[in-house]
């Protein structure tokens, strides 16, 4: 099993900014893509951004040129930066990560850090 631990979710105002981090431990084999996604009030959970093991990212078009995603390859972690936030990104950002072994691929998700962004 892969254990994933998120941090840096918090309050901000709009404009600020907020750094989140998610460190997968426990039984990796082959990570190929760590990305975040996002549940807001009401809405269903969506893809924020990814990052491959090759360093290919994504972007939710809402998100683009305000936020960043990275990764430590050596740590296994992946990093949201989020600049210029909006009242609209408000929602708990949930860390997700898959991995190959062998023919199957398998998925896991951290259990979220909420992000509230006050207007």
């Known amino acids: 099993q892969v254990r994933l631990v998120e941090s840096g979710g918090g309050l901000v105002q709009t404009g600020g900014s907020l750094r989140l981090s998610c460190a997968a431990s426990?039984?990796?084999?082959?990570?190929?893509?760590m990305g975040w996604y996002r549940q807001a009030p009401g809405k269903q959970r969506e893809e924020v951004s990814t990052?491959?093991?090759?360093?290919?990212?994504n972007y939710e078009d809402s998100v683009k040129g305000r936020f960043t995603v990275s990764r430590d390859v050596a740590k296994n972690t992946v990093y949201l930066q989020m600049n210029n936030l909006e009242p609209e990104d408000t929602g708990v950002y949930y860390c997700?990560?898959?991995?190959?072994?062998?023919?199957?691929?398998?998925?896991?998700w951290g259990p979220g850090t909420q992000v509230t962004v006050s207007s």
């Open positions: 997700h990560v898959e991995q190959r072994i062998g023919p199957l691929n398998y998925a896991y």
């Open positions: 990052i491959t093991s090759s360093g290919s990212t």
């Open positions: 426990g039984s990796i084999i082959s990570i190929n893509t």
